[in-house]
């Protein structure tokens, strides 16, 4: 499977489209971690927990997405992007969204 | 009074340790961004053309930072006053030099070469009391050309 977020790989022609596929997450941050992000809110760093958190949040958007690309027999996802966004207080959806293609 | 103090002394343990940690923080930035040197991350929609020998493959990194306390306090003072607040300027460029930086050590792992179409997205994590924001979240991500 290649995932990449250009429109066209190099050296390989697009063959069939299947059009777009999505992945989601939504996380809700952990007390113990917020408590550490209260204190790191004072002294100023980086919050690793958190870093951690959407990062493994992230991976989970990206691989449903992987599992939606597989499931119509694609084997590349062209294009991909990302975005974040809160949805309520303390939690954050991940969304990872590209085109399904078939590599020659 | 005692809330006085309890801030005084929040307010110079933001200072003291905001500043050190920005300070070691610009310092290894600096020192990553020398040697990651060879590896280009490019803004480039178009992958070069005539050399089709390249594998890619997407590659990302991302961090999570936040401002210290005196910091923050500082910005709340500028929000009434309005111009340039320093204190999130820094703030969001080492978040976005740190968040290249880990995009690059990864293409570098994977042996890559450039890495094309960077894109860079931020969102604010934590928002403190009275809506000021406390941390940011830089994610960049891009594909990595490695030569096959």
């Known amino acids: ?104 | 009074m005692i809330d006085l103090i309890i801030l005084i002394s929040l307010l110079a343990l933001g200072y003291g340790f905001g500043q050190y940690a920005e300070k070691r923080h610009y310092t290894s930035i600096r020192k990553r961004e020398l040697i990651l040197r060879n590896i280009p991350v490019v803004a480039s929609r178009i992958p070069p053309q005539g050399k089709p020998n390249y594998d890619s493959q997407l590659v990302s990194g991302s961090v999570v930072i936040s401002v210290d306390y005196f910091k923050r306090f500082v910005a709340g003072l500028k929000g009434l006053l309005g111009g340039r607040i320093t204190s999130y300027e820094t703030l969001l460029d080492r978040a976005r030099r740190e968040a290249i930086l880990r995009v690059k050590r990864e293409a570098k792992d994977m042996g890559a070469e450039i890495v094309f179409n960077i894109k860079l997205e931020t969102a604010s994590i934590h928002k403190g009391r009275g809506n000021a924001i406390g941390s940011v979240e830089v994610l960049a991500y891009g594909t990595a050309l490695i030569p096959n």
Not at chain 1, 9 to 30: D, E, M, N, W, Y
């Open chain 1, 1 to 104: 499977m290649i995932v990449s977020n250009l429109e066209v790989i190099p050296g390989k022609r697009i063959q069939t489209h299947f059009g777009l596929v999505q992945g989601s997450s939504v996380r809700a941050k952990h007390v113990g971690r917020d408590i550490m992000a209260g204190l790191k809110n004072i002294f100023g760093g980086e919050l690793r927990g958190y870093t951690e958190l959407l990062q493994e949040s992230r991976q989970e958007a990206y691989d449903r997405m992987l599992d939606q690309a597989k499931a119509v027999g694609a084997n590349a996802v062209l294009n991909v992007r990302f975005s974040t966004s809160s949805v309520a207080a303390g939690a954050a959806e991940l969304f990872a969204y590209g085109t399904a293609v078939i590599l020659e």
